[in-house]
């Protein structure tokens, strides 16, 4: 059984830092493509980050970039995404996906998420 | 950035009725477009990929159409438990987008 797991979510203040880590099991982790999506309160989904299956390329959406990066210890079978220079606007819960490429394309399994709150 | 434009943003329908909801891109996007379903408090659900490959395990009075810029999710007889939020996604290309979602209510 496939399963997702994330952790490392709080309460942080505008400009602190948080490290989300997915703990993966079920697949063979360094076969997949890993990302990361959030939604923040009562909102809709907001793509974050990608890596590839053997983390030499990451993508992510512009108002993240140079503050967020997304890595991956195959070993551990873990994704992380390290958050600085946090902003309230990240508040949000962040889910981790397996991203399925092939002749189609598509997130099918999320974990349960992690809630990120950035508040003063 | 590719912009999908999801509508209705809200539907009132009662269980038995067939449902459309529709998804439009901004540009085309090669069929890359997958449907999920959100219940409160819950992950999202993959119900569809590649536009119209039912996802295992999914009912299969679910359904996805379209091609272009154009898609819809249809779901052919609502049942009680399919009232929940419903959301396209594009993996074409980054940044990869989502539409605003569709909250599918009781009537």
Redesign the interface.
């Given at each position: 059984e496939v399963q997702l797991v994330e952790s490392g979510g709080g309460l942080v203040q505008p400009g602190g830092s948080l490290r989300l880590s997915c703990v993966t099991s079920g697949f063979i982790f360094s076969y997949y493509y890993m990302g990361w999506v959030r939604q923040a309160p009562g909102k809709?989904?907001?793509?974050v980050a990608?890596i590839k299956a053997d983390g030499g390329e990451t993508?992510?959406?512009?108002s993240v970039r140079g503050r967020f990066t997304i890595s991956r210890d195959n070993a551990k079978n873990t994704l992380y995404l390290q958050m600085n220079s946090l902003r309230a606007e990240d508040t949000a819960l962040y889910?981790c996906v397996r991203y399925?490429r092939g002749?189609?394309?598509?997130?099918?399994y999320?974990?349960?998420?992690t809630v990120a709150t950035v508040s003063s | 950035d590719i912009q999908l434009t999801q509508s209705p943003s809200f539907l009132s329908a009662s269980v038995g009725d067939r449902v459309t909801i529709t998804c439009r891109a901004s540009q085309g996007i090669s069929g890359?477009l997958?449907w999920?379903q959100q219940k409160p408090g819950k992950?999202?659900?993959?119900l569809i990929?590649?536009t119209s490959?039912l996802?295992s395990g999914v009912p299969s009075g679910f359904s996805g159409s379209g091609s272009g810029t154009d898609f819809t999710l249809t779901i052919s007889s609502l049942q009680p438990e399919d009232f929940a939020t419903y959301?396209c996604?594009q993996?074409k290309s980054?940044?990869?987008?989502?539409?605003?979602?569709t909250k599918v209510e009781i009537e």
């Open positions: 809709g989904l907001e793509w990608n993508f992510y959406v512009d889910y399925v002749n189609n394309y598509y997130f099918d999320w974990g349960q998420g | 890359h997958a999920y992950a999202p659900k993959l990929y590649g490959t996802q959301y996604l993996f980054y940044p990869l987008t989502s539409g605003g979602g």
